[in-house]
């Protein structure tokens, strides 16, 4: 497969699907008026004349009042001039990138072989979503060599699973394989399901995209592909210029990537070839900007290219019923560039977190407490420093200063005393005289995830007073990161209780090991920030 990149953030992907394209919830379309018509631009007739000249994306498109939906429609007749030509570029570059996931397809593979191509393909297709084909190959390598196949995975703990994925960003994605993994050896004897649809309905964290991409790959099923690569290939193949999480335009996308892969006349056409053919074309030469337009094996038939080719305008359609009424008006841009439209970007919203990165000194004893986020959502399963999340972006110095009484007060054991800082004597104990030194502000970390944007605002906590490292509870309400943010309402109460049963609370760590732990890229700036705090300040480290 090619790279699979939506969102530039490389940090974490908080979402229940596997697919890389699907529709939203938004399922909108935008008729094209009287008034649109006269400003839209053509598109050519579904009749696609052969145009083999050089590499001329930036012509100007012809104009005319309107164009016909049957444009973008995969011509039945074409097919499989296109499917032909296709495969046979395909066959000329498929090992250029030399990935190991993609195999030459063998016809005599047994059901159990075919069942492990499977779940190499799987893994492959999870790492490569949001993340660049280099970055993916020495993870797709390494998590092979730990787990050779589906059992060894199901039989992993989550700990091990985020261990292998540490830096690859979106670590939701790694605790979806695992749980894919244990359904599939619990229901499936050990296999990922042989159809797309029981796959896509059944494993966690599989979409249509990666359930349609697994099954032609690995079993020869004939069922379509749809990433950003096919999503951009496609539309501008079909001059489609709509609103690109509309469901009729994606209707419109899922039916030509079907057509691609219906009907195979041959032997030779194997659907999994001719899916992995469209995504590598998208990837290296219909890419979203300098698209090779002069090697691309398909501009015979791009409706997108054929446009910037003529001069003349295309009779509309004179039949009412047979206008598009789901394209937009094109921009300045009336390249093939101007395909497909762009989508409108959400704002990330922003949110502060109060860090407290607390460490207990005892000479040269330096513990620092880690806590387990929960198993599910953002970031699932990972260590980070106690944290007050969202907290208001006006709360004041003095409002964070206590902060880490709150956090400790939660997180340690009953019987540890944790005194006012001022308190005198100091009284005697192995739990008795733990005190808090110093709060320290260290500065702030800005990390961005697909959806949010977040601002560690992080402060060190020095904790001192006792002999031996200060017990703490076995268990709580973590919610979304900590049980310091009181929670509001029954329904809160009753998950975060839920969750305080399944998951653990924290734990101390040694200095030395602390950058080895399961933390996400956030965490570990967080640490690099308190680490250079330390260094200025002359302490040991």
């Not at 970055?135 to 292998?164: H, Q």
């Amino acid at each position: 497969m090619g790279k699979r990149k939506f969102s530039s953030p490389e940090q974490s992907l908080d979402t229940d699907s596997g697919s890389d394209f699907s529709a939203s919830d938004d399922q909108f379309e935008v008729p094209c008026s009287s008034k649109t018509r006269r400003k839209s631009t053509s598109r050519p007739s579904k009749k696609r004349t052969r145009h083999d000249g050089a590499n001329d994306v930036s012509g100007a498109l012809p104009i005319y009042s309107s164009h016909a939906k049957s444009i973008h429609v995969m011509d039945a007749a074409d097919v499989s001039s296109i499917r032909t030509a296709l495969v046979q570029w395909y066959e000329t570059v498929h090992l250029l990138r030399q990935m190991p996931w993609r195999k030459q397809h063998n016809p005599t593979l047994d059901h159990e072989q075919r069942a492990q191509r499977a779940y190499e393909v799987w893994i492959s297709e999870i790492m490569l979503q949001q993340t660049q084909v280099a970055t993916v190959i020495p993870y797709y390598n390494r998590w092979l060599e730990r787990f050779p196949t589906i059992r060894d995975l199901a039989g992993a703990s989550i700990d091990e699973v985020n261990s292998l994925w540490k830096g690859l960003g979106y670590y939701s994605r790694a605790s979806r394989l695992l749980a894919g993994a244990k359904k599939a050896v619990e229901d499936y004897g050990g296999r990922l399901p042989d159809n797309a649809k029981d796959m896509q309905a059944n494993i966690p964290g599989i979409g249509r995209y990666s359930a349609g991409a697994i099954c032609s790959i690995a079993y020869g099923e004939n069922v379509p592909v749809l990433d950003g690569n096919v999503n951009r290939l496609l539309s501008r193949f079909l001059a489609l210029h709509a609103p690109p999480k509309a469901k009729k335009t994606l209707d419109i996308l899922w039916n030509a990537a079907s057509a691609m892969v219906q009907d195979l006349s041959s032997s030779s056409e194997y659907p999994g070839d001719i899916n992995q053919a469209l995504i590598e074309l998208g990837s290296t030469v219909c890419k979203v900007r300098d698209p090779t337009c002069a090697s691309c094996p398909l501009r015979t038939w791009c409706a997108a290219y054929t446009a910037t080719q003529i001069n003349n305008p295309t009779t509309p359609p004179t039949d009412i019923e047979d206008l598009c009424n789901i394209c937009e008006p094109l921009t300045d841009d009336t390249s093939v560039t101007a395909y497909p439209m762009k989508a409108n970007k959400k704002k990330a919203r922003e949110e502060l977190d109060i860090v407290n990165v607390v460490e207990w000194r005892s000479g040269s004893d330096r513990q620092f407490m880690l806590v387990r986020r929960p198993e599910g959502g953002l970031l699932a399963g990972l260590d980070e420093f106690p944290t007050s999340p969202n907290v208001p972006a006006s709360m004041s110095r003095a409002r964070q200063l206590k902060i880490p009484q709150e956090i400790l007060a939660d997180f340690l054991h009953r019987d540890v005393q944790l005194l006012d800082a001022a308190q005198k004597p100091i009284p005697k104990g192995p739990n008795l005289g733990l005190r808090i030194a110093k709060v320290q502000p260290a500065g702030d970390v800005v990390h961005v995830f697909s959806h949010i944007k977040k601002t560690y605002r992080v402060q060190w906590v020095l904790l001192e007073g006792t002999s031996d490292v200060p017990e703490l509870a076995s268990a709580g309400a973590l919610g979304d990161s900590s049980n310091t943010a009181k929670t509001k309402g029954k329904a809160k109460s009753r998950k975060a209780d839920k969750i305080s049963n399944v998951m653990p609370c924290s734990t101390w760590v040694p200095l030395d090991e602390v950058a080895t732990k399961n933390m996400g890229t956030g965490s570990m700036k967080v640490w690099n920030l308190c680490r250079t705090l330390w260094e200025a300040e002359n302490y040991s480290t």
